[in-house]
């Protein structure tokens, strides 16, 4: 049997929702044995969030990041429970938690309860904005999309600021807390020292800006809504043709040229307006109707053929659905598909690593309340 990354590593994971979990269910696909503690009858707070559900009426939006754990039901708010914890937490390599500040010292379970007795423990913390000021504000994803400037360079510059379609903030953070949570572990392999480590929404929404916060920190420049133009190249939008949509990513002059050249208009890319990208960037409104007028002569999907050809970025707008059935057209290996004791199946997106000597690992679908294999303490 091949070895996992982390099959040695066991995780301990008080975490609920989407952030917590997301980085607990990666480091279980890399091997490692996470027990999943959540409250008896309840659960994590995402089990009963819906529609939709799953075939055996369970949460679509829990099973997405809660493969590969067990689930063990205790109660902290009693001394037994407690005390499971932390005979659990003795023998575990991480602890992963996103209560609120001061809630698991509350507990006897907080970083230097822990590390007394496992001076070898990676404690992850989880928060919305840091143990700070701001350790007693509530965090959301949805709150900290507006409040860190997210929300308002998202969305048409007539319309309202707006949301991802995804709880982006909690995914940047679940990966964020991952990648915290191996660098300690690597660390951990020279020195024998755990160490605590905190990941904020706030701090991940702000890095995950990327260039639109470089523009503002280098050179003043505050980024509005654009919808779905970019702020620093063009042409890279979606553009109406005869029937459906078709996005086209031009990232270099060279492509530029190529473009004019298969829509039909060659001298467009002598123009002096759109010879590089800076001036195609401030003549964009002349470039879209320019092309937009090409396009509107063709199908989406004779475009798509010829561009492709020429060596241009394009692709269709596409639904859930149909993105699917590309990954799987282009052998991506999309979905996971595990298997319950009782034969039934959950179908799941695929970790997109691709490790060619130690692979990542499906071996237990998302568990039911309080299930789990042998004695919490034992190793998967």
């Not at 707006?162 to 991952?178: E, M, S």
């Not at 475009?303 to 020429?310: F, G, S």
Request: proline share 7%; net charge negative.
């Amino acid at each position: 049997m091949t070895r996992s990354p982390l099959s040695d590593i066991l995780v301990v994971d008080f975490s609920r929702v989407l952030a917590g979990p997301l980085a607990t269910m990666m480091l279980g696909d890399l091997g490692a044995d996470v027990v999943k503690i959540e409250r008896p009858g309840l659960g994590d707070d995402t089990r009963s969030w819906g529609p939709p559900f799953g075939a055996d009426g369970e949460s679509s939006y829990f099973l997405a990041v809660n493969r590969n754990k067990r689930s063990v039901s205790l109660d902290l708010s009693t001394d037994e429970g407690r005390t499971a914890a932390r005979e659990l937490v003795e023998g575990a390599d991480v602890v992963v938690e996103n209560f609120r500040a001061g809630v698991m010292e509350g507990f006897g379970l907080g970083y230097s309860d822990l590390a007394e007795k496992n001076p070898a423990l990676i404690y992850a913390r989880i928060s919305g904005f840091g143990s700070g000021p701001g350790a007693d504000l509530p965090g959301y994803d949805f709150l900290v999309q507006a409040m860190s400037g997210f929300m308002d360079i998202t969305g048409h510059p007539d319309g309202s600021p707006t949301k991802t379609g995804v709880a982006i903030v909690d995914v940047l953070t679940g990966l964020n807390t991952a990648i915290g949570i191996l660098g300690a572990l690597s660390e951990r392999t020279g020195s024998g020292e755990g160490q605590y480590l905190e990941v904020s929404l706030m701090s991940s929404a702000l890095a995950g800006l990327v260039n639109q916060a470089s523009s503002y920190l280098t050179a003043g420049v505050v980024p509005g809504r654009l919808g779905n133009r970019h702020p620093s190249i063009a042409p890279y939008e979606p553009f109406d043709t005869a029937t459906e949509p078709i996005v086209i990513a031009v990232g270099n002059d060279r492509q530029f040229r190529r473009l004019c050249v298969a829509v039909g208009c060659p001298e467009a890319a002598e123009d002096e307006r759109w010879k590089d990208n800076p001036a195609r960037v401030r003549n964009r409104e002349d470039l879209h109707d320019l092309l937009t007028e090409a396009l509107s002569t063709e199908t989406r999907d004779h475009w798509i053929q010829r561009l492709r050809k020429a060596g241009i970025p394009c692709g269709p707008v596409n639904r859930i659905d149909q993105a699917f059935q590309v990954a799987e057209e282009l052998g991506l290996e999309p979905i996971a598909v595990l298997r319950r004791d009782d034969g039934s199946e959950v179908a799941t997106t695929a970790n997109p690593i691709r490790l060619s000597r130690t692979p990542v690992t499906y071996r237990q679908p998302p568990p039911r309340l309080g299930e789990r294999s042998g004695d919490p303490g034992d190793r998967a």
